[in-house]
């Protein structure tokens, strides 16, 4: 299943609502008025626009996500290293390291990571 696309904008409601599931929608629009400073149509239209995208359900007033945070990051992730980086995972690694810097305690996670991969437990 291929992850819908989801905007800078969209992916900070998308936080509140993962935060929060299910909630009303009238209380998410309070949320967002709170924690964005939205109006209460520009909640609305994000809500029709990713339930058109299938990002999540609002059925009889109550707001569920149909994709998870985890599944957004990855895809958005995918989309850079593609874009950017042409497809390449060490290219995009070296461009994140070369500008910050990991501790001891980082790379071993890294690391523990990569020894996963290579016994083909791809899953943490």
């Known amino acids: 299943m291929e992850i819908p696309k989801v905007f800078e904008s969209e992916y900070r409601f998308c936080l509140i609502l993962w935060e929060n599931e299910p909630i009303k929608s009238s209380e998410l629009v309070k949320l967002c008025q709170q924690k964005l400073g939205w109006k209460p149509t520009t909640t609305y ?12 359900k609002n059925e009889n007033t109550v707001v569920r996500s149909l994709v998870s945070k985890d599944q957004v990051q990855t895809a958005q992730i995918d989309e850079m290293v593609e874009k950017t980086f042409e497809g390449s995972l060490p290219a995009f690694v ?22 996963r991969f290579r016994k083909g437990e791809n899953h943490d």
Do not use: H, K, N
Request: hydrophobic share 45%; net charge positive; no cysteine.
């Open 45 to 56: 239209t994000v809500l029709r626009r990713l339930g058109e995208r299938g990002v999540l």
């Open 94 to 115: 070296a461009a994140f390291t070369r500008s910050r810097s990991l501790s001891p305690a980082q790379l071993d996670e890294v690391q523990a990571m990569i020894d």
